[in-house]
């Protein structure tokens, strides 16, 4: 039987300067997606009335081991702290470049955004939520040479499970969709889509935005392209 290479899983953030490719893949991962209906109680009535107030972003959670101890060259193993959960812990600090991308009042800055990718088949754009990093084998010296982290990814695209291909598959239109996180703004979202902070415009008139200075985190916004 001829050997099939496995794609790598990888967790990468353009705006952190971080590609990480996972030495193991996960051996699994789970979605979770909530959305809120309200419960309209009436008097004398049965059943309440639900509405819909909205989805919440999905997340993604999943196990990741990393062990420098199995790569081992000439008997000696690196830190696994340095070679790769550093990395990943990076992704959970507030990133002082990016502060002038957020909010120009309260320059406040915020961790960076990063994307879990898997092969050609689907990708997850969003923030890491939880990070809990456990080390479970040491050189003599104590240095940690095995890891394994949990990770729970918060969705910040309507994207989750199959990424566009071509520029007419992600919306009507060709159009794509964008969900608020906290500290976003306009011109940060231009940024990302366009590469130009000025095009905030066309996509607050596409939303009908009164209120462009505040967006609200849990917000679709719709991309029109450029």
Not at 167 to 188: H, K, Q
Not at 207 to 226: A, C, E, K, S, Y
Request: glycine share 8%; aromatic share 8%; hydrophobic share 35%.
């Amino acid at each position: 039987m001829q050997n099939v290479q496995l794609e790598k899983a990888l967790i990468k953030s353009d705006e952190a300067n971080v590609k990480l490719t996972c030495h193991f893949n996960p051996n699994a991962y789970t979605f979770d997606k909530k959305n809120n209906w309200p419960v309209d109680e009436k008097a004398g009535s049965n059943l309440p009335q639900h509405k819909f107030g909205g989805g919440s972003p999905a997340t993604l959670t999943m196990e990741l081991m990393f062990d420098t101890y199995s790569e081992a060259k000439n008997g000696k193993a690196e830190d696994v702290r340095v070679k790769y959960t550093d990395h990943l812990w990076k992704l959970m600090l507030v990133n002082p470049k990016l502060k002038k991308l957020v909010d120009k009042k309260t320059k406040k800055g915020r961790p960076p955004q990063v994307k879990f990718v898997w092969g050609k088949t689907w990708a997850f754009d969003g923030v890491i939520t939880s990070l809990s990093l456990k080390f479970t084998l040491f050189l003599p010296d104590g240095t940690p040479v095995r890891a394994t982290a949990n990770v729970t990814f918060q969705q910040s695209r309507d994207e989750v499970l199959v990424p566009k291909q071509n520029p007419s598959s992600g919306g009507l239109g060709g159009d794509r969709v964008w969900a608020v996180i906290e500290g976003d703004t306009l011109g940060w979202i231009a940024h990302q889509e366009y590469g130009d902070t000025s095009m905030w415009r066309l996509i607050a008139e596409a939303n009908q935005l009164d209120h462009v200075r505040r967006l609200v985190p849990g917000t679709t916004l719709v991309i029109p392209n450029g």
